[in-house]
């Protein structure tokens, strides 16, 4: 389904309990096990990137006070891949503060070395590492990279006013070389902003446009950084995240709906909600790139009080122990 705005507004705008008992409905449809799928961040290189997302605590522009760490070693990660998967994640995804990578780079040969032991393990791989074109792409790819994460953030208009040293252009042109390689692509967005309703759903548009469409598609709420343009930014209401999720399960029904950043602000009945309106997976681990995530106990905690359980990505892959 390709819906316009019009139709994604009518959706949107449906009184609640009708908007989030059709998207249950649908939701049951496709996803029928009750679980939600556990992937763990890890930040491989942190700050000092030349970018200026004016959300984004890493950007060497503004003074955010986060301590620069350079390209993680495979010896470093890989422990850390490890206890991902003991804990129950399916799937490990490396960020990177990079505006983009280039073949022929060293950084790129030794993401491309880590990418390939980290697959070994068996978890789902999904990498964000900024801009690429179609040889990067291709050589992820084969490194054993499942995703690439590359969000568009908010609707095209919007954009602008967040961003100026890349354009939304860039974002979908790497979208498109993900594509061709035939990586699943990761694709989201950020909530609080200052952007509109309207511009929220004006970018899923653009995921709805996807050809094949977005595999997963993280929604995070600002989590307002300390020295960024975005730090007094106020709160996302509850209800407009959950219509935004109920509307998402809709007309992208096989995509995994991913509750990403800004769980920590959310009580637990909130999450429920988000749960019950579509969501199906959740950054699983004490810390997102940077900033804090609700604690492991926390959320298995969570989880079984709501009966929900980790999804396995492949059949083929045993559980950990502390899961069987
Ligand atoms: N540099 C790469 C890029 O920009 O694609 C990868 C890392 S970047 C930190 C990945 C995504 O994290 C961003 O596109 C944005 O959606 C999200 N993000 C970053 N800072 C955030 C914040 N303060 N609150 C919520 N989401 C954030
Ligand atoms: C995504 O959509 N959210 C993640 C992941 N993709 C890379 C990142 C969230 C970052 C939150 C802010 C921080 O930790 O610095
Ligand atoms: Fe750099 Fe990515 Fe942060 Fe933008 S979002 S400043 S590209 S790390």
């Known amino acids: 389904m390709r819906p316009n705005l019009e139709k994604l507004e009518q959706i949107y705008r449906r009184p609640l309990f009708d908007l989030i008992g059709e998207s249950r409905r649908v939701h049951l449809e496709f996803w029928p096990k009750n679980e939600v799928q556990l992937c763990t961040l890890l930040s491989v290189k942190t700050g000092g990137c030349s970018e200026d997302c004016g959300y984004c605590s890493q950007s060497a522009r503004y003074n955010t006070g986060l301590e620069r760490q350079p390209l993680m070693t495979k010896d470093e990660v890989l422990p850390v891949a490890q206890r991902a998967r003991e804990n129950g994640s399916t799937r490990f995804c490396m960020g990177a503060a990079w505006k983009g990578v280039r073949d022929g780079e060293q950084k790129f040969d030794q993401m491309l070395d880590t990418i390939r032991s980290v697959s070994e393990l068996g978890m ?23 995703a690439y994460n590359h969000n568009i953030d908010t609707s095209p208009e919007h954009y602008a006013k967040i961003v100026s040293t890349h354009t939304f252009q860039d974002r979908l042109n790497t979208i498109s070389s993900v594509q061709r390689a035939g990586m699943s692509v990761c694709c989201g967005g950020i909530l609080g902003m200052g952007e509109t309703e309207v511009d929220r759903l004006k970018m899923l548009e653009v995921l709805c446009s996807f050809d094949p469409a977005p595999e997963s598609v993280p929604i995070n709420c600002l989590m307002p950084m ?26 992208l029904p096989k995509a995994k709906i991913r509750l990403s950043a800004g769980r920590s602000l959310l009580s637990r009945e909130a999450q429920a909600l988000c749960f019950f309106a579509g969501a199906n997976s959740v950054f699983y681990g004490d810390k997102l790139l940077t900033a804090e995530n609700p604690g492991v106990d926390e959320d298995r905690d ?16 045993p559980k950990p122990a502390c899961l069987s």
């Open 226 to 251: 300390p020295g960024t343009p975005l730090e007094d930014a106020p709160p996302v209401d509850i209800f407009e995240l959950v219509r935004l999720i109920a509307t998402t399960r809709l007309v």
């Open 124 to 146: 789902e791989v999904c990498v964000t590492l900024g801009q690429l074109g179609d040889t990067e792409a291709q050589k992820l790819k084969e490194a054993g990279v499942t």
């Open 302 to 317: 969570l989880l079984e009080t709501l009966n929900l359980s980790a999804q396995s990505p492949y059949s083929d892959v």
